[in-house]
Protein backbone atom coordinates (compact mmCIF):
# COMPACT_ATOMS: atom_id res chain seq x y z
CA UNK A 1 0.00 0.00 0.00
CA UNK A 2 1.39 3.48 -0.94
CA UNK A 3 1.77 5.60 1.80
CA UNK A 4 0.23 9.47 1.83
CA UNK A 5 3.51 10.93 1.67
CA UNK A 6 4.65 8.49 -1.22
CA UNK A 7 1.30 9.48 -3.04
CA UNK A 8 2.54 13.64 -2.46
CA UNK A 9 5.98 12.27 -3.71
CA UNK A 10 5.01 11.05 -6.70
CA UNK A 11 2.40 13.73 -7.28
CA UNK A 12 5.22 16.25 -7.18
CA UNK A 13 7.64 14.30 -9.48
CA UNK A 14 4.79 13.96 -12.26
CA UNK A 15 4.39 17.58 -12.08
CA UNK A 16 7.82 18.56 -12.55
CA UNK A 17 8.27 16.66 -14.72
CA UNK A 18 5.26 18.24 -16.84
CA UNK A 19 7.00 21.55 -16.23
CA UNK A 20 10.68 20.34 -17.09
CA UNK A 21 9.47 18.69 -20.20
CA UNK A 22 9.14 21.37 -22.31
CA UNK A 23 12.10 23.14 -21.30
CA UNK A 24 13.92 19.75 -21.80
CA UNK A 25 12.05 19.91 -25.64
CA UNK A 26 13.20 23.37 -26.46
CA UNK A 27 17.09 21.92 -25.42
CA UNK A 28 16.47 19.23 -27.86
CA UNK A 29 15.24 21.32 -30.30
CA UNK A 30 17.90 24.05 -30.59
CA UNK A 31 21.02 21.46 -30.83
CA UNK A 32 18.68 19.32 -33.48
CA UNK A 33 20.16 19.64 -37.03
CA UNK A 34 16.97 17.83 -38.59
CA UNK A 35 14.04 16.98 -37.17
CA UNK A 36 11.36 16.35 -38.91
CA UNK A 37 7.35 15.20 -38.16
CA UNK A 38 7.01 12.10 -38.05
CA UNK A 39 10.03 11.35 -36.39
CA UNK A 40 9.92 11.04 -32.42
CA UNK A 41 13.62 11.86 -32.26
CA UNK A 42 16.02 14.24 -34.56
CA UNK A 43 17.92 12.23 -36.90
CA UNK A 44 21.29 14.14 -35.62
CA UNK A 45 22.77 16.97 -33.45
CA UNK A 46 24.71 20.35 -33.83
CA UNK A 47 25.74 22.40 -31.29
CA UNK A 48 26.61 24.74 -34.23
CA UNK A 49 23.87 27.53 -32.71
CA UNK A 50 24.85 27.22 -29.42
CA UNK A 51 29.13 27.56 -30.34
CA UNK A 52 27.91 30.70 -32.55
CA UNK A 53 25.63 31.91 -30.01
CA UNK A 54 28.66 31.59 -27.28
CA UNK A 55 31.72 33.47 -29.90
CA UNK A 56 29.09 36.21 -30.06
CA UNK A 57 28.90 36.30 -33.72
CA UNK A 58 25.13 36.35 -33.93
CA UNK A 59 22.28 39.08 -33.01
CA UNK A 60 20.53 36.49 -30.66
CA UNK A 61 23.65 37.35 -28.64
CA UNK A 62 23.39 41.22 -28.50
CA UNK A 63 19.47 40.61 -27.29
CA UNK A 64 20.49 38.27 -24.92
CA UNK A 65 22.80 41.11 -23.12
CA UNK A 66 20.20 43.75 -24.30
CA UNK A 67 17.50 42.05 -22.52
CA UNK A 68 19.74 41.51 -19.33
CA UNK A 69 20.60 44.95 -19.15
CA UNK A 70 16.74 45.72 -19.64
CA UNK A 71 15.31 43.82 -17.43
CA UNK A 72 18.18 44.06 -14.36
CA UNK A 73 17.66 47.82 -14.85
CA UNK A 74 13.98 47.70 -14.80
CA UNK A 75 13.97 44.88 -12.19
CA UNK A 76 16.46 47.26 -9.84
CA UNK A 77 14.94 50.80 -10.32
CA UNK A 78 11.41 49.43 -9.32
CA UNK A 79 12.36 47.15 -6.60
CA UNK A 80 14.46 50.21 -4.88
CA UNK A 81 12.35 52.75 -6.19
CA UNK A 82 9.35 50.84 -5.10
CA UNK A 83 10.11 50.34 -1.92
CA UNK A 84 11.50 53.86 -1.10
CA UNK A 85 8.07 55.67 -2.49
CA UNK A 86 5.48 52.50 -1.00
CA UNK A 87 6.66 54.10 2.42
CA UNK A 88 6.10 57.55 1.48
CA UNK A 89 2.40 56.89 0.25
CA UNK A 90 1.64 54.42 2.79
CA UNK A 91 2.08 57.30 5.48
CA UNK A 92 0.89 59.52 3.24
CA UNK A 93 -2.67 61.43 4.39
CA UNK A 94 -3.87 60.84 0.97
CA UNK A 95 -3.10 57.22 1.07
CA UNK A 96 -5.72 56.05 -0.58
CA UNK A 97 -6.12 58.22 -3.88
CA UNK A 98 -2.23 57.09 -4.51
CA UNK A 99 -2.92 53.65 -3.97
CA UNK A 100 -5.80 53.69 -6.52
CA UNK A 101 -3.52 55.23 -9.12
CA UNK A 102 -0.77 52.73 -8.42
CA UNK A 103 -3.49 50.45 -9.98
CA UNK A 104 -4.50 52.78 -12.70
CA UNK A 105 -1.96 50.92 -15.41
CA UNK A 106 -3.47 47.49 -14.92
CA UNK A 107 -6.55 48.84 -15.03
CA UNK A 108 -6.54 50.60 -18.45
CA UNK A 109 -3.97 47.50 -19.80
CA UNK A 110 -0.09 48.39 -19.98
CA UNK A 111 -0.40 48.27 -23.95
CA UNK A 112 -2.96 50.74 -23.87
CA UNK A 113 -1.75 52.98 -21.78
CA UNK A 114 1.99 52.92 -23.23
CA UNK A 115 -0.17 53.91 -26.49
CA UNK A 116 -1.57 57.25 -24.84
CA UNK A 117 1.80 57.89 -23.75
CA UNK A 118 3.55 57.09 -26.92
CA UNK A 119 3.42 61.06 -27.99
CA UNK A 120 5.07 61.98 -25.48
CA UNK A 121 7.85 59.13 -25.94
CA UNK A 122 8.28 60.58 -29.22
CA UNK A 123 8.31 64.06 -28.18
CA UNK A 124 11.12 63.18 -25.22
CA UNK A 125 13.38 61.42 -27.92
CA UNK A 126 12.59 58.34 -26.24
CA UNK A 127 11.52 55.89 -29.20
CA UNK A 128 13.58 53.16 -30.39
CA UNK A 129 16.19 53.07 -28.14
CA UNK A 130 17.16 51.44 -24.87
CA UNK A 131 16.35 53.61 -22.19
CA UNK A 132 12.51 54.35 -23.83
CA UNK A 133 11.86 50.77 -23.20
CA UNK A 134 12.96 50.75 -19.35
CA UNK A 135 10.73 53.88 -19.09
CA UNK A 136 8.09 52.19 -20.88
CA UNK A 137 8.73 49.13 -18.80
CA UNK A 138 8.97 50.91 -15.77
CA UNK A 139 5.23 51.95 -16.32
CA UNK A 140 4.29 48.29 -15.05
CA UNK A 141 6.78 47.05 -12.66
CA UNK A 142 7.25 50.40 -10.28
CA UNK A 143 3.44 50.64 -9.91
CA UNK A 144 3.28 46.68 -9.40
CA UNK A 145 6.06 47.05 -6.66
CA UNK A 146 4.34 49.72 -5.18
CA UNK A 147 1.13 48.00 -4.77
CA UNK A 148 3.76 44.90 -3.52
CA UNK A 149 5.20 46.52 -0.56
CA UNK A 150 2.13 48.92 0.26
CA UNK A 151 1.36 45.74 2.94
CA UNK A 152 4.67 45.85 4.17
CA UNK A 153 4.25 49.38 5.62
CA UNK A 154 2.27 49.00 8.83
CA UNK A 155 1.59 51.03 11.76
CA UNK A 156 4.10 48.21 13.76
CA UNK A 157 6.88 49.58 11.16
CA UNK A 158 6.34 53.20 11.93
CA UNK A 159 6.46 52.78 15.48
CA UNK A 160 9.34 50.87 15.00
CA UNK A 161 11.09 53.75 12.71
CA UNK A 162 10.44 55.96 15.71
CA UNK A 163 12.08 53.88 17.89
CA UNK A 164 14.96 53.83 16.03
CA UNK A 165 15.31 57.63 15.59
CA UNK A 166 15.23 57.65 19.88
CA UNK A 167 18.02 55.56 20.00
CA UNK A 168 20.02 57.31 17.55
CA UNK A 169 19.44 56.23 14.18
CA UNK A 170 19.78 58.10 11.47
CA UNK A 171 17.36 58.02 8.43
CA UNK A 172 19.75 55.09 6.42
CA UNK A 173 20.64 53.52 9.32
CA UNK A 174 16.96 52.57 9.79
CA UNK A 175 17.04 51.15 6.34
CA UNK A 176 20.45 49.27 6.52
CA UNK A 177 19.86 47.70 9.83
CA UNK A 178 15.61 47.22 10.26
CA UNK A 179 13.44 48.02 6.96
CA UNK A 180 15.82 46.76 4.32
CA UNK A 181 16.71 43.32 6.40
CA UNK A 182 12.97 42.97 7.44
CA UNK A 183 11.96 43.19 4.01
CA UNK A 184 14.47 41.00 2.45
CA UNK A 185 11.89 38.27 1.41
CA UNK A 186 9.57 40.57 -0.22
CA UNK A 187 12.42 42.40 -1.83
CA UNK A 188 13.76 39.12 -3.06
CA UNK A 189 10.35 38.44 -4.66
CA UNK A 190 9.91 41.84 -6.40
CA UNK A 191 12.98 41.60 -7.88
CA UNK A 192 12.26 38.24 -9.29
CA UNK A 193 8.95 39.47 -9.99
CA UNK A 194 9.97 42.63 -11.95
CA UNK A 195 12.48 40.89 -13.76
CA UNK A 196 10.06 38.92 -14.79
CA UNK A 197 7.79 41.32 -15.84
CA UNK A 198 10.41 42.78 -18.00
CA UNK A 199 12.46 39.88 -19.63
CA UNK A 200 8.99 38.32 -21.40
CA UNK A 201 7.15 42.11 -21.88
CA UNK A 202 6.61 41.65 -25.81
CA UNK A 203 3.96 44.43 -26.52
CA UNK A 204 4.94 47.65 -24.79
CA UNK A 205 8.52 47.20 -26.08
CA UNK A 206 7.31 46.42 -29.98
CA UNK A 207 5.73 49.54 -29.25
CA UNK A 208 8.05 52.12 -27.78
CA UNK A 209 11.23 50.18 -29.26
CA UNK A 210 9.71 50.61 -32.64
CA UNK A 211 10.97 47.33 -34.08
CA UNK A 212 14.75 49.15 -33.35
CA UNK A 213 15.12 47.28 -30.09
CA UNK A 214 15.28 43.79 -30.35
CA UNK A 215 14.64 42.20 -27.08
CA UNK A 216 15.26 38.38 -26.97
CA UNK A 217 11.41 37.98 -26.46
CA UNK A 218 10.95 39.90 -29.92
CA UNK A 219 13.60 37.50 -31.56
CA UNK A 220 11.14 34.60 -30.36
CA UNK A 221 8.37 35.62 -32.04
CA UNK A 222 10.44 37.18 -35.03
CA UNK A 223 11.82 33.51 -35.45
CA UNK A 224 8.25 32.07 -35.08
CA UNK A 225 6.90 34.39 -37.59
CA UNK A 226 9.72 33.28 -40.04
CA UNK A 227 9.16 29.29 -39.39
CA UNK A 228 12.61 29.11 -38.21
CA UNK A 229 11.73 26.71 -35.41
CA UNK A 230 15.45 25.48 -34.54
CA UNK A 231 16.53 29.09 -34.08
CA UNK A 232 12.69 29.87 -31.74
CA UNK A 233 14.07 26.92 -29.98
CA UNK A 234 17.21 28.53 -29.13
CA UNK A 235 16.45 32.43 -28.38
CA UNK A 236 13.51 30.36 -26.03
CA UNK A 237 16.05 28.44 -24.54
CA UNK A 238 17.63 31.41 -23.76
CA UNK A 239 14.81 32.76 -22.79
CA UNK A 240 13.57 30.66 -19.93
CA UNK A 241 17.08 29.96 -18.64
CA UNK A 242 17.62 33.21 -16.36
CA UNK A 243 14.25 33.03 -14.44
CA UNK A 244 15.03 29.13 -13.83
CA UNK A 245 18.45 30.33 -12.50
CA UNK A 246 16.81 33.14 -10.70
CA UNK A 247 14.17 30.59 -9.25
CA UNK A 248 16.95 28.25 -8.34
CA UNK A 249 19.48 30.94 -6.52
CA UNK A 250 16.12 32.57 -4.93
CA UNK A 251 14.53 29.46 -3.49
CA UNK A 252 15.92 29.35 -0.18
CA UNK A 253 14.19 33.37 0.66
CA UNK A 254 11.06 32.63 -1.66
CA UNK A 255 10.14 29.45 -0.22
CA UNK A 256 11.68 29.55 3.12
CA UNK A 257 9.29 30.68 6.21
CA UNK A 258 9.96 33.94 7.54
CA UNK A 259 9.74 35.58 11.01
CA UNK B 1 22.55 71.42 38.70
CA UNK B 2 20.63 71.65 35.69
CA UNK B 3 17.17 69.23 35.28
CA UNK B 4 17.67 66.49 32.07
CA UNK B 5 14.12 68.10 30.61
CA UNK B 6 11.85 70.83 31.03
CA UNK B 7 8.77 71.22 29.02
CA UNK B 8 7.38 75.13 29.26
CA UNK B 9 3.63 76.04 28.18
CA UNK B 10 3.26 73.19 25.78
CA UNK B 11 0.06 73.13 23.40
CA UNK B 12 -1.33 70.55 20.69
CA UNK B 13 -4.20 70.25 18.93
CA UNK B 14 -5.59 67.75 16.85
CA UNK B 15 -8.45 69.64 14.43
CA UNK B 16 -10.78 71.21 16.79
CA UNK B 17 -9.24 69.21 20.13
CA UNK B 18 -6.83 70.63 22.32
CA UNK B 19 -5.19 67.89 24.02
CA UNK B 20 -2.65 69.65 25.74
CA UNK B 21 -3.26 72.83 26.79
CA UNK B 22 -0.43 75.08 27.96
CA UNK B 23 1.86 72.33 29.78
CA UNK B 24 4.46 72.65 32.21
CA UNK B 25 6.86 69.88 33.59
CA UNK B 26 10.29 69.72 35.03
CA UNK B 27 12.06 66.17 35.23
CA UNK B 28 14.85 65.64 38.05
CA UNK B 29 17.97 63.82 37.34
CA UNK B 30 17.59 60.34 38.64
CA UNK B 31 13.74 60.17 39.29
CA UNK B 32 10.75 58.20 37.71
CA UNK B 33 7.93 60.66 37.05
CA UNK B 34 4.50 58.72 37.11
CA UNK B 35 2.03 60.48 34.83
CA UNK B 36 -1.49 59.14 35.43
CA UNK B 37 -4.61 59.50 33.01
CA UNK B 38 -7.38 57.76 31.44
CA UNK B 39 -6.97 56.32 27.88
CA UNK B 40 -7.34 58.86 25.22
CA UNK B 41 -6.28 61.81 27.36
CA UNK B 42 -3.21 62.59 25.61
CA UNK B 43 -0.36 61.14 27.34
CA UNK B 44 1.51 59.41 24.26
CA UNK B 45 1.15 62.47 22.33
CA UNK B 46 3.22 64.01 25.45
CA UNK B 47 5.46 61.81 25.31
CA UNK B 48 6.02 61.75 21.62
CA UNK B 49 6.19 65.57 21.06
CA UNK B 50 9.04 64.96 24.31
CA UNK B 51 10.93 62.32 22.02
CA UNK B 52 10.89 64.52 19.09
CA UNK B 53 8.78 62.38 17.39
CA UNK B 54 5.69 65.02 17.34
CA UNK B 55 6.09 68.80 17.30
CA UNK B 56 4.02 70.44 19.76
CA UNK B 57 1.79 73.72 18.34
CA UNK B 58 3.67 75.88 21.05
CA UNK B 59 5.75 75.82 23.79
CA UNK B 60 9.71 75.00 24.52
CA UNK B 61 11.21 71.60 25.21
CA UNK B 62 14.71 71.98 27.21
CA UNK B 63 17.23 68.89 27.10
CA UNK B 64 19.61 69.94 29.62
CA UNK B 65 20.79 73.63 28.55
CA UNK B 66 19.90 72.93 25.34
CA UNK B 67 16.64 73.76 23.45
CA UNK B 68 15.05 71.13 21.87
CA UNK B 69 14.50 72.78 18.68
CA UNK B 70 18.12 72.89 17.57
CA UNK B 71 19.13 68.38 17.74
CA UNK B 72 16.94 66.21 15.16
CA UNK B 73 15.60 63.37 17.21
CA UNK B 74 18.50 60.71 17.15
CA UNK B 75 20.50 63.77 18.67
CA UNK B 76 18.27 63.76 22.02
CA UNK B 77 19.27 60.72 23.71
CA UNK B 78 15.88 60.35 24.56
CA UNK B 79 14.65 57.45 23.75
CA UNK B 80 10.83 56.38 23.99
CA UNK B 81 9.21 52.72 24.89
CA UNK B 82 6.16 51.87 23.46
CA UNK B 83 3.65 49.14 24.82
CA UNK B 84 4.67 46.70 22.60
CA UNK B 85 8.09 45.52 22.51
CA UNK B 86 9.06 46.00 18.92
CA UNK B 87 12.07 44.22 18.71
CA UNK B 88 13.58 43.55 15.37
CA UNK B 89 11.83 40.03 14.20
CA UNK B 90 15.58 39.44 12.13
CA UNK B 91 18.01 39.98 15.25
CA UNK B 92 18.42 37.73 17.92
CA UNK B 93 18.71 38.68 21.67
CA UNK B 94 21.82 39.81 21.68
CA UNK B 95 22.12 41.86 18.90
CA UNK B 96 18.43 43.72 19.41
CA UNK B 97 20.08 44.52 23.04
CA UNK B 98 23.36 45.89 21.54
CA UNK B 99 21.21 47.95 18.52
CA UNK B 100 21.38 50.94 19.86
CA UNK B 101 25.52 50.78 19.92
CA UNK B 102 25.81 49.17 16.60
CA UNK B 103 24.28 52.59 15.45
CA UNK B 104 27.23 54.43 17.19
CA UNK B 105 29.80 51.83 15.91
CA UNK B 106 31.21 51.19 19.04
CA UNK B 107 34.68 48.92 19.15
CA UNK B 108 33.00 45.35 18.81
CA UNK B 109 34.78 44.13 21.96
CA UNK B 110 32.95 46.67 24.07
CA UNK B 111 29.82 45.81 22.90
CA UNK B 112 30.05 42.55 23.36
CA UNK B 113 31.06 43.09 27.12
CA UNK B 114 28.52 46.21 27.94
CA UNK B 115 25.62 44.00 25.99
CA UNK B 116 26.62 40.61 28.15
CA UNK B 117 26.47 42.62 30.90
CA UNK B 118 22.91 43.94 30.23
CA UNK B 119 22.08 40.52 29.33
CA UNK B 120 22.90 39.81 32.97
CA UNK B 121 20.87 42.55 34.61
CA UNK B 122 17.92 41.61 32.64
CA UNK B 123 18.01 37.76 34.14
CA UNK B 124 18.07 36.31 30.55
CA UNK B 125 20.94 34.54 30.75
CA UNK B 126 21.49 32.03 27.93
CA UNK B 127 19.22 33.45 25.63
CA UNK B 128 21.18 36.15 23.49
CA UNK B 129 21.27 33.56 20.73
CA UNK B 130 16.90 33.23 20.61
CA UNK B 131 15.46 35.00 18.02
CA UNK B 132 12.31 37.30 19.56
CA UNK B 133 9.21 35.05 18.48
CA UNK B 134 10.72 32.14 21.13
CA UNK B 135 10.49 34.76 23.55
CA UNK B 136 7.71 34.95 26.32
CA UNK B 137 5.53 38.46 26.61
CA UNK B 138 8.00 39.67 29.83
CA UNK B 139 10.75 38.50 28.25
CA UNK B 140 10.15 40.48 25.43
CA UNK B 141 10.08 43.70 27.03
CA UNK B 142 13.18 42.69 29.21
CA UNK B 143 14.93 42.68 25.60
CA UNK B 144 13.06 45.91 24.74
CA UNK B 145 14.49 47.82 28.21
CA UNK B 146 18.09 46.34 27.50
CA UNK B 147 18.23 47.79 23.97
CA UNK B 148 17.15 51.20 25.12
CA UNK B 149 18.88 51.14 28.61
CA UNK B 150 22.48 50.24 27.20
CA UNK B 151 22.72 53.41 24.99
CA UNK B 152 22.37 55.16 28.39
CA UNK B 153 19.81 57.63 27.19
CA UNK B 154 19.53 61.22 29.05
CA UNK B 155 15.74 60.48 29.69
CA UNK B 156 13.56 57.34 29.10
CA UNK B 157 9.83 57.49 28.06
CA UNK B 158 7.94 54.28 28.76
CA UNK B 159 4.55 54.56 27.17
CA UNK B 160 2.73 52.06 29.32
CA UNK B 161 5.37 49.28 29.01
CA UNK B 162 3.35 46.93 30.72
CA UNK B 163 -0.01 47.24 29.94
CA UNK B 164 0.36 43.88 27.68
CA UNK B 165 1.25 41.48 30.21
CA UNK B 166 -0.20 39.22 32.80
CA UNK B 167 -0.60 40.07 36.30
CA UNK B 168 2.20 38.11 37.68
CA UNK B 169 4.66 39.13 34.56
CA UNK B 170 3.47 42.66 35.22
CA UNK B 171 4.61 43.07 39.15
CA UNK B 172 7.82 40.89 38.13
CA UNK B 173 8.29 43.56 35.32
CA UNK B 174 7.62 46.36 37.77
CA UNK B 175 10.51 45.31 40.17
CA UNK B 176 12.82 44.52 37.65
CA UNK B 177 12.32 48.06 36.42
CA UNK B 178 12.60 49.31 39.88
CA UNK B 179 16.11 47.48 40.70
CA UNK B 180 17.69 48.55 37.32
CA UNK B 181 16.55 52.00 37.87
CA UNK B 182 18.12 52.60 41.04
CA UNK B 183 21.15 50.71 39.75
CA UNK B 184 21.60 52.50 36.27
CA UNK B 185 20.61 55.83 37.69
CA UNK B 186 17.71 56.49 35.39
CA UNK B 187 15.52 59.17 34.54
CA UNK B 188 12.26 58.26 33.23
CA UNK B 189 9.05 59.41 32.37
CA UNK B 190 6.55 56.50 33.33
CA UNK B 191 3.24 56.90 31.68
CA UNK B 192 0.00 54.72 32.77
CA UNK B 193 -3.68 54.99 33.53
CA UNK B 194 -3.27 52.04 36.69
CA UNK B 195 -3.29 54.56 40.08
CA UNK B 196 -1.33 51.69 41.84
CA UNK B 197 1.35 51.34 39.31
CA UNK B 198 1.93 55.16 39.14
CA UNK B 199 2.36 54.98 43.13
CA UNK B 200 4.87 51.90 42.86
CA UNK B 201 6.92 53.12 39.74
CA UNK B 202 6.99 56.89 40.40
CA UNK B 203 8.98 58.90 42.84
CA UNK B 204 6.84 61.62 42.42
CA UNK B 205 3.40 61.68 40.16
CA UNK B 206 1.65 63.61 37.73
CA UNK B 207 -2.00 63.57 36.76
CA UNK B 208 -3.19 64.53 32.90
CA UNK B 209 -6.60 65.28 32.39
CA UNK B 210 -8.45 67.41 29.98
CA UNK B 211 -5.30 68.85 28.95
CA UNK B 212 -3.78 69.59 31.99
CA UNK B 213 -1.02 68.49 33.94
CA UNK B 214 -0.78 68.74 37.75
CA UNK B 215 2.07 67.89 39.28
CA UNK B 216 2.69 66.15 43.31
CA UNK B 217 5.37 67.32 44.79
CA UNK B 218 5.31 63.28 46.63
CA UNK B 219 3.53 60.39 46.87
CA UNK B 220 1.83 61.40 49.46
CA UNK B 221 0.72 64.92 48.49
CA UNK B 222 -1.19 63.21 45.63
CA UNK B 223 -2.94 60.63 48.26
CA UNK B 224 -3.89 63.22 50.65
CA UNK B 225 -4.97 65.38 47.23
CA UNK B 226 -7.99 63.46 46.55
CA UNK B 227 -7.38 63.44 42.60
CA UNK B 228 -7.43 59.72 43.05
CA UNK B 229 -9.14 56.09 43.77
CA UNK B 230 -6.90 55.53 46.14
CA UNK B 231 -8.84 56.27 49.10
CA UNK B 232 -11.63 54.15 47.35
CA UNK B 233 -9.11 51.07 47.11
CA UNK B 234 -8.24 51.39 50.67
CA UNK B 235 -11.82 51.11 51.55
CA UNK B 236 -12.60 48.47 49.18
CA UNK B 237 -9.58 46.08 50.81
CA UNK B 238 -10.83 47.16 54.16
CA UNK B 239 -14.49 46.26 53.78
CA UNK B 240 -13.41 42.55 52.25
CA UNK B 241 -11.12 41.73 55.21
CA UNK B 242 -13.48 43.15 57.70
CA UNK B 243 -16.18 40.84 55.93
CA UNK B 244 -13.63 37.94 55.97
Known amino acids: MISTTSRFTYIARAIAVTFLFPVAFLLLLSISDSWIFPEVLPESLTFERWISLMNGNTDLFSSLILSLGIAFSVATISTFGGFYVSKHLAYHPKRNLWMRLSYFPFVLSPIIYAALLYFYFIRAGLTGNMLGVILGQLLIAFPYSVILFSGFWSKRIQNMEQLVKTLGGSRWQTYRRVFLPMAQGLLLVCFFQTFLISWFEYGLTTLIGVGKVQTLTLKVFQYINEANFYNAALSSSLLVLPPIILLYFNKKYLFKKRW | ?244
Open chain 2, 1 to 244: MVNPLKAEQITKSFGNEQVLKYLNLELHKYETLSILGRSGCGKTTLLKILAGLEPPDQGTIWIGDKNMESLSTYQREIVYLYQEALLFPHLNVFENIAFGLRLDKIEEKIITKRTNKMINQLELDGMQDKMPHQLSGGQQQRVSFGRALITDPNVLLLDEPFGSLDADTRTSMQQLFKRIAGEMDITAIFVTHNVKEAILMGDRIAKLDNGNLTMFDSIEAFVRSGENSVQEEIDFWKNISEKQ
